[in-house]
Each structure stands twice: as C-alpha cells, then as structure tokens.
C-alpha cells in the first residue's frame, strides 16, 4: 500500500483538534500538542524600533522567527515593521515576556494575546 502525503491548511485551534482526533489521538495528546502544530505569521506595522529589537530576542529565544529592517539594530530608523512566524504555544510565551517590556510592548502583546485567543 502507497503512503499518501499532502499538507493541511490548518488555522485554528479546532481545525488541528478535528484533524488530531481523526486519526486516533487521544485528548490528552490534542491538549498537549495543538498550540505546536499552528503556525501563524503576524505582520506588526510601525513598532518602535527599540521594541522591534525586544520582540526579536524574545521570538529567537523562543525558537520562533522575528524579521525586522536592516537599520534596526543600530537603531538609525525610529520605527520599523516587523513579521514574526512562530507556533501558537511559542507566541503565548513570548507574549508572557513582552508584557513586562517597555516601548509599547506590553500593548503589542495585548494585541498578539487577543489574535491567538
């Protein structure tokens, strides 16, 4: 018998439950793995860059991904966009962290907080 492969479109917390579930997994594996298996990628429009270098720490240290303009490192832009791509259960933790940052972060993890919820 041939092994079929083919990628899920998965974008909610239900969506993976219904999947997980149907081939066996037990509830207490669903609760354990479905935060993992979402992986979402936020756009943050106009971060202050002093938060933008906050926000990609806090994302790497978690195992996820923060892209950020060039000129944020050294600081020589005021504001820049950022795109994080990480797991539901990476974002709550970098939420977790964000919010006792200065520079708008804790705002900006409300916002990521209420868009994973």
Do not use: Y
Request: no cysteine.
């Amino acid at each position: 018998m041939e092994s079929n492969i083919h990628i899920l479109s998965i974008n909610t917390i239900k969506d993976i439950e219904t999947e997980l579930s149907s081939i066996g997994v037990s509830s207490r594996g669903i609760d354990i793995m479905k935060e993992k298996l979402i992986f979402l990628v936020l756009k943050l429009e106009n971060v202050d860059t002093r938060a933008a270098n906050i926000i990609k720490q806090t994302m790497l240290s978690n195992g996820a991904e923060a892209a950020v303009s060039a000129a944020t490192v050294n600081l020589s832009v005021s504001h820049t966009d950022v795109i994080i791509g990480a797991t539901i259960k990476q974002l709550r933790q970098a939420i977790q962290r964000l919010q006792e940052q200065p520079w708008g972060l804790k705002e900006i993890a409300k916002k990521i907080e209420e868009l994973v919820d």
